[in-house]
């Protein structure tokens, strides 16, 4: 669908798995959603967000591997890996700065979203964007999410690593780049001991 964007904002998602679900149906996934589902902070909150694969401009899944797996294709979409040439070594589940791909071991494989391929290069929606009632899985054209207050974002920091991405990530409009560090979220077990 030429003029159509990716657009993930999690502030919309109400939880309702209706993406999971759609995921599933999509013939090249052979019957496994590859929609990340997960509870935001689960002991003190009911808040919820869906994730696809953000497709990155250089991804680093497919520079790790070591068999040559995984293509961005002429369209930018980053595919799950061929599986005549996947050793399921898991470097790529790894490697991911978003924690996008999965190893499903009774294929020996790595898939991840693909932006349902199979339906966007004929002119259609993905599965999940075609259900989630709050578009917190949105696909559609930039000056439609022109009109919601968030800003779309296409660069994600990683530390000092820049990734630039095909899908974007909804962001409150005063906000700057996003800014994400590993370091902010490991548990500390010695604040957790020094807390008893």
Known sequence: MFGY???????????CQSCVKACEECETHRGV???NFDYVDRPNTIATAAFVCFHCDDPTCAQVCPA????KDEDGVV????KPRCIACSNCVYACPFGIPKLMPEMEQMMKCDMCYDRTSVGRR???ATVCPSQALAYV?????ARRREKPQNVVWFGNQKVTTKVYLMSPA????????VADYIWKGEAVEAAV
Do not use: N, Q, W
């Open 126 to 128: 993905p599965m999940c």
């Open 79 to 82: 595919h799950s890996s061929l």
């Open 68 to 71: 040559d797996a995984i293509k």
């Open 33 to 35: 959603s590859m929609i």
């Open 174 to 181: 005063g906000a700057g780049d996003v800014v994400l560090d």
């Open 141 to 145: 054209r930039p000056e439609e999410i």
């Open 5 to 15: 964007e990716f657009y993930v904002d999690t502030t919309r998602c109400i939880g």
